[in-house]
């Protein structure tokens, strides 16, 4: 089974002729399927390039990222993506979806994420996110009322993919999990470099990433590899022997495929 990989497409920003290539690079590879971790849209769009990903012909599993909600509220952009994947049948999305059969050995589940302003510095410094300004959320709230709204989302990340990942090690040795946002400081590239102490608030989950670690120092016998994005710099991260995490590269305007898994 082949698995490709894109994240942080923004077809927002994409002209038709990117989005267009995209699709074609796509469709043309021997993928079977197609994950991609977040960053898809802006809500007011998110529903017709949902339905523009579907055109491509195979499964396509998701999740969202925070830029999906931008324009609207979690609820109406939940609401919307329920009825986008519920109409087409190549289209899931993960956060909802139950453990992903992809071979005997291996399955993929998923959550969108936030980063939980965990790590890092939110007392000296404070970066004001596109998302605190455009998904109505966060809206007037102050820096406090914010971070409360990440940390119970980071929870709610992190108990949902603890859930999944813990059923998945009764069945499946290799577990892949799409999330948004990195769940370790270890995997939070920009430039070659990991995030700092005033951007690692707003580009990590530390929830999700204790409660994968926790999952697996219990099945050390099992394997978890992570696919994210979200920071728009590429790397490799070795968390444990038997949990990596891949962050995915991206470029505003020009939406790229990224490798393709061939799983066992």
Known sequence: MKLAWATDIHFDHA??????????????SDCDALVITGDISVAHLLEGHLGLLTTIGKP?????GNHDY???SIQYVQE???KVAKKYKNLTWLTES????LTEKSCLIGHDSWADGRFGNTTKWWVDMLEYRYTSDFMGLDHYGILRVLNRLGDEAALQLSIKAENATK?????YVATHTPPFIEATWHMGLHSDNAHLPHFACKAVGEALVKVMKKHTD???????GHT???GHAEILPNLIVETGPAEYKSPVMGPIFDID
């Open 80 to 82: 919307t993506t329920r």
């Open 232 to 234: 728009h710099g590429g």
């Open 171 to 175: 069945k499946y040795d290799t577990i």
């Open 70 to 72: 931008c324009g609207s």
């Open 60 to 64: 396509v599993y998701f999740v969202l």
């Open 222 to 228: 099992k394997k978890m590899i992570i696919l994210c």
């Open 15 to 28: 002209r038709i002729a990117a989005a267009n290539i995209f699709m074609a690079a796509v469709k043309e």
């Open 98 to 101: 139950k453990i992903v059969n």
